[in-house]
């Protein structure tokens, strides 16, 4: 069983940083592959990116490249999004995800119904 909770959403303007943390509980944090997805009003979840258990491999929503950035501290336990350059299209609320990998290298599909464990959700908003 893995705990999430996130944690640096806010209210900030277009073009401005956020950095967000999920804090994982349990002592098999660095067995789960980790992602943010995000849910604005009135749509599905969306994946935004996932990182592999080893933090070697990530994958990103084509429109977050190059402006977010996932990483993982495994002795901390924490998975960190680090967003720049934001958006209003950005504005949602932003979940962790872990799901259980037996290879150190592998993704998960991003698909939110394959992942296992949930946060519950950091507000993010951008306004122009």
């Known amino acids: 069983q893995v705990q999430l909770v996130e944690s640096g959403g806010g209210s900030v303007q277009a073009g401005a940083s956020l950095r967000l943390s999920c804090a994982a509980s349990?002592?098999?944090?660095?067995?789960?592959?980790m992602g943010w997805f995000r849910q604005a009003p009135g749509k599905e979840r969306e994946f935004v990116t996932a990182?592999?258990?080893?933090?070697?491999?990530?994958r990103y929503l084509d429109s977050v490249k190059g402006r977010f950035t996932i990483s993982r501290d495994n002795a901390k336990n924490t998975v960190y999004l680090e967003m720049s350059s934001l958006e209003p299209e950005d504005t949602a609320v932003y979940y962790c995800?872990?799901?259980?990998?037996?290879?150190?290298?592998?993704?998960?599909?991003?698909?939110?119904?394959?992942?296992?464990?949930w946060g519950q959700g950091t507000q993010v908003t951008v306004s122009s």
């Open positions: 349990g002592r098999t944090f660095s067995m789960h592959a």
């Open positions: 995800a872990a799901e259980w990998l037996s290879t150190p290298w592998g993704l998960p599909p991003p698909t939110p119904d394959l992942w296992d464990y």
């Open positions: 990182i592999s258990r080893s933090g070697v491999n990530t």
